[in-house]
């Protein structure tokens, strides 16, 4: 049943062989298994990370939770886009925590009551954003080496405002993939800074940076997000390029 259904999904991309459709199908069941196991707060965020990168820009994505588990907010990354729905789009401060704030801003919900999901480790400029909108807490899955700002909370400036519970998603397997998008997404943008970090931000072997970088060579990632995969099938193929 999986195979037909991958079969029938990607007909359009023929690099894919049936030996690799087969490869996919057998690691399947154990990811929907990871996959099921996430929230719905970490699904919509990793769904919104997904279209970002479809659409050019950076793979972060984040919710809003209101306190009776109502996703009331939603944000994703639009910095390298000018024809998306974010209110931010195409600006520095089109970050995904940002556009989920201005969309928490119009609903009139109190922040103080909700939670902030987001794929990433909010940085500096999104940490402030948080704090000023006073959001009752926040967890990430995964940690930003380049710029991130959760280390903020335990600053003077940050506790005047009381307590911020800012809390990492233990999902390691989850927080590699994530990490192989952003490296690919990076290295996409040309932009030297990302491009000389990811050459030097891990000096030993790593295997989640040298993944983004060849994917990044060959351009394969890229293709699939041209043919609308589905996330979780997108986490399924990334899986399974990781773990062989």
């Known amino acids: ?142 940690y930003d080496p380049f710029g991130g700002g959760a280390y903020l909370v335990g600053t003077p400036a940050y506790q005047t405002f009381g307590p911020l519970p800012v809390t990492p998603f233990e999902n390691e397997t989850l927080a590699d993939l994530l990490l192989v998008l952003m490296v690919e997404a990076m290295l996409r943008t040309g932009r030297s800074s990302w491009v000389d970090f990811v050459g030097t931000a891990v000096p030993q072997t790593n295997p989640i940076i040298e993944l983004g970088q060849q994917l990044f060579t060959t351009g394969e990632l890229w293709q699939l997000a041209q043919q609308t995969m589905l996330t979780e099938a997108m986490l399924t193929w990334l899986e399974k390029r990781l773990i062989c």
């Open 1 to 142: 049943m999986v195979f037909l259904w991958v079969k029938d999904f990607y007909p359009q991309i023929s690099w894919i062989s049936q030996i690799e459709i087969c490869s996919i199908c057998e690691i399947f069941d154990s990811f929907v298994m990871l996959w099921q196991t996430l929230s719905l707060p970490w699904q919509t965020a990793v769904s919104l990370a997904w279209e970002s990168y479809c659409a050019g820009s950076l793979p972060i994505g984040a919710v809003i939770v209101a306190e009776d588990a109502r996703i009331v907010a939603q944000g994703r990354n639009s910095i390298h886009e000018t024809e998306s729905a974010s209110p931010l789009q195409g600006s520095r401060l089109a970050h995904a925590e940002m556009n989920a704030l201005v969309a928490l801003s119009r609903s009139g919900i109190a922040a103080e009551r909700c939670t902030l999901y987001s794929t990433m480790e909010p940085c500096v400029m999104c940490m402030g954003a948080i704090r000023m909108m006073r959001i009752g807490a926040v967890h990430f899955a995964g």
